[in-house]
């Protein structure tokens, strides 16, 4: 039986999520989680549709990915699928061929669950491995402290104080109070949690989203920041205790978080929060100078 390469449409989103969420345990590698298709619903239903790919066999949903960015493909696989050689080949002749609709020639990166076979075959085909990242765990099993900081859930009125916080804490963000209301209108907000975290003038000075994949499973937080007039007082750690007390309510058994390895700032942070660093993860780049075909 055949894998076949789909585009899922608006109408497709719901099985894309629910097969995330059925995917995410504890001890699996850093991968594509709900809360990623989440975070991109900001663009709307109908560009997160577009951005999403699945391959699947019989009707089943394999590997599923999110081009987030042009040259950016964000890809897991269903826990049993992993050195599926079929699917492993599949993906690789998708991805280096433009006219199948996922990558487009040139320069393009790639992630996948490390120790997926599709990797291996990434690098036979002459891709090479990106800059490292670090993903970063907090165990939920126990109690978390309190932060310190007065924090609020936000809701639709206050969608103006989180995108404020959003636009201060990136630089080159657009994120807007229309943003926010799509992301709201997701399916995978229907288990998450915008949070801020305000100093003692009553100025927002933080704030972190949390996904929840549903009871028992790993929890995400994308993203965290930090408003750029008010870093250094320890506000990160505050928002990030905040979020992982937010899973934790949400029923999350962990919660993840994933930084480039050379922001130490931002690993430094988590860990002050009660994370753990895992094993670095890399992305596979092909150079733009790279032929595309497979």
Known sequence: ????????????????????????????????????????????????????????????????????????LRLTIAPDAHRDEELARKLVEDVSDPERGVLPEGKANIESPMGALVQDLLFEDGWDVDEPWTPLRRDLTESVNDPGVRIEAIGPEHAHVFAAVQRAAFDGSRFTDERWHAMAAGLPYADARCLVAYDDRGNAVAAVTVWSAGPGKPGLLEPMGVHREHRRHGYGKAITVAAAAALQELGSSSALVCTPSSNAGAVATYMSAGFRQRPEVRDHYRDSSAPSGG
């Open 1 to 72: 039986m055949s894998i076949v390469l789909s585009m899922p449409g608006v109408e497709g989103l719901s099985e894309a999520v629910g097969v995330l969420r059925e995917w995410q345990y504890d001890g699996a590698p850093m991968q594509l989680h709900p809360g990623d298709l989440g975070w991109y619903w900001r663009s709307g239903a109908e560009a997160t549709a577009a951005a999403v790919r699945t391959w699947s066999r019989g009707g089943r949903i394999l590997a599923v990915g999110l081009l987030d960015g042009p040259g950016l």
